[in-house]
């Protein structure tokens, strides 16, 4: 029998703060808080933020505020004025801004978002601290998390910079003796997923690419789902393989047309380019406070933002350039 | 196919990367941008068998073109007519089991070891100006069989040692010391590619130029690297677009102009006799 060293050999860690991995915490919150029970998960979107958003939790969400983000439901967080979050920053692109901006983020795990001068003078202020993964490191950390297990191997990120500044180990390997690095598991305080469909209990369908929702969703402690189209249980029940999202890891169900406005939702509605400029601009020239104004806070929620400020000839029009529906509309 | 006889240097850049793919190989490309123009110009003209995936899990896509300038990963347009649609993590894996031959970057910094920073530029956490991370990039660096990366000849550009490694290349350049950090074995950066020259890496992992675009000579182009970068023994010379490649970029690829556009500088003209430069 080989033997095992009795304390595994770190040749190098990084300095950057994490969270602590603690699998057995999660087990027991999923035991305690995850209802098994098909029971209604339908609520506003206020309810779901006011509920299931606290200040100061660990914020995870998937995809852009150009692919099938969950737009509404970030701009809901920011009306609601929540505090000190911690962003997973994995393949984002400006809701990380419109977060800092909106004084509801105060750290970012990055894997990447849009540079420019607001993100620039953020760092400089010290109103964020940054600390540095890659996409996919951040998604194998989220996997982990989905796992049940404290980290992952991973076989990229090792002798960056990216390493120092993170919670990354480099150990020996116990099986090959070589070196190998280890990142810390991630278990978000809340997630916030957009789907294209969803029925009542959360059972999630997610059509076209995608970046963590499975893995998102089984590593979060809160899971809140918004749908384009919130469809009957015998629909899923039809067409089972289909199934992104298992309902008992969902705590919340937000229906939520053109929820990843401005951006697009594959399948049923492509993004407007003019409100994707208007926040692009925004970003780049820092000066996000009258977007948050005109986007967030003038208006009491979704729809009366989608009546004030896109209205219906533009939501049709962008309907009208959905090109395909091969995949995306079973 | 003719020579063409008017064209943006970074046209040239993407045509000479275009004209590298291999067919029958997998590509790991970014997203957006000249790699992505590279891969679709190389797959229609050159290599209709060559594949490639992005960070999405997107494999095998044939994306509608004329190219969205707005397209991004993740959209409809993108996705199109693949053979798979997956996620990040199998994107991920799929190059850490070592099915991805070929990666293709862009780069903000780039060093004499190959070494690519997209994260910040000065000293990092005091003063420096922050950019975006490194995206899927670290993943591409660290995991295709050979990198490759395009970037502008700047002299700022070049440098010794990066202000921060946010992807990979040949670390510090000691034999082995990518595998002493954990990375697979057999893979790094194989080529570099900017508007004026092609490098390579010679046996001590350093950047070594060799081949220059017809309108430029080596001189020209190590004044435009702050760190020196070595010289093969014989330096090639580039060749110039076809307009058959030029109609492909502008008409279906490059159409907003976004690389092409008549602001751009680095306008290359015929004059009869020669390639001769032009800013604006």
Same mark, same amino acid.
């Given at each position: 029998m080989a033997t095992t060293p009795a304390h595994t050999e770190i040749l190098d860690e990084g300095i950057g703060e994490f969270r602590q991995p603690d699998p057995d915490g999660y087990r027991e919150w999923v035991r305690d808080h995850k209802s098994r029970a098909l029971t209604s998960k339908l609520m506003t979107e206020q309810e779901a933020i006011s509920r299931f958003v606290e200040d100061g939790d660990y914020l995870c969400y998937d995809c852009t505020y150009l692919q099938r983000g969950p737009s509404s439901l970030v701009r809901e967080l920011i009306r609601q004025k929540r505090k000190d979050l911690w962003v997973a920053g994995k393949f984002t692109w400006v809701m990380v801004h419109l977060l800092i901006a909106g004084g509801c983020a105060s750290k970012v795990d990055c894997g990447f978002f849009l540079y420019g001068k607001a993100i620039d003078r953020f760092v400089q202020e010290g109103r964020v601290q940054i600390f540095e993964y890659s996409n996919v490191v951040m998604t194998l950390r989220l996997q982990a998390g989905a796992m049940g297990l404290p980290f992952l191997p991973v076989r990229s990120f090792g002798g960056t910079d990216g390493f120092r500044h993170s919670g990354a180990k480099l150990i020996r390997d116990p099986y090959t003796g070589q070196p190998i690095n280890i990142v810390p598991a991630l278990n978000p305080d809340v997630a916030l997923i957009h789907v294209q469909q969803a029925d009542m209990y959360g059972n999630a369908r997610v059509f076209g690419t995608g970046i963590a929702h499975q893995e998102t969703a089984m590593a979060s402690r809160k899971v809140v789902i918004s749908a384009e189209e919130i469809v009957d249980t015998e629909e899923i029940r039809r067409d +089972?393989?289909?199934? *992104?999202? +298992?309902?008992? *890891?969902?705590?919340a169900v937000v229906h939520a047309p053109f929820g990843a406005y401005p951006g697009e939702c594959a399948g049923y509605y492509a993004s407007d380019p003019a409100g994707v400029i208007e926040v692009v601009v925004a970003t780049l020239t820092d000066n996000l406070d009258p977007y948050l104004e005109k986007y967030v806070h003038s208006v009491a929620n979704h729809q009366e933002m989608l009546e004030k400020h896109v209205g219906v000839a533009k939501l049709l029009e962008m309907q009208q350039r959905v090109a395909t529906r091969e995949g995306y509309r079973p | 196919m003719t020579r063409a006889t008017a064209f943006n240097e970074r046209e040239m850049q993407t045509i000479t990367v275009a004209r590298m793919i291999e067919d029958g190989k997998t590509y790991w490309v970014a997203g957006a941008g000249s790699p992505l123009y590279a891969i679709l110009m190389g797959k229609k003209l050159y290599a209709p068998n060559a594949q490639y995936m992005t960070e999405d899990g997107v494999i095998a896509p044939e994306p509608m073109l004329p190219f969205d300038p707005i397209m991004s990963m993740v959209s409809a347009r993108a996705g199109y007519r693949a053979l798979g649609w997956a996620t990040m993590n199998a994107a991920g894996n799929h190059a850490q089991i070592g099915l991805m031959d070929y990666g293709i970057l862009n780069a903000l910094q780039i060093d004499q070891y190959g070494n690519i920073n997209s994260t910040a530029i000065g000293t990092y956490g005091e003063k420096m100006r922050r950019f975006g991370g490194p995206g899927g990039a670290d993943s591409i660096a660290s995991l295709c069989w050979r990198t490759i990366v395009m970037t502008d000849q700047e002299k700022r550009k070049f440098v010794g040692r990066v202000d921060f490694i946010s992807s990979p290349g040949f670390l510090d350049g000691t034999p082995g010391a990518r595998e002493k950090a954990g990375l697979p074995r057999g893979t790094g950066p194989w080529r570099l590619v900017t508007p004026w020259a092609m490098y390579d890496y010679n046996e001590e992992r350093r950047l070594r130029l060799i081949a220059v675009a017809p309108w430029v000579t080596v001189d020209e182009v190590l004044a435009e690297c702050e760190c020196k970068p070595a010289v093969a023994d014989k330096v090639e010379t580039l060749e110039v677009p076809t307009d058959e490649e030029l109609d492909m970029l502008r008409s279906q690829l490059d159409v907003a102009g976004q690389m092409s556009g008549i602001e751009r500088s680095g306008w290359i003209i015929w004059d009869g006799e020669r390639y001769v430069r032009s800013e604006g």
């Open positions: +089972p393989g289909r199934t *992104s999202i +298992p309902y008992y *890891s969902v705590d | -």
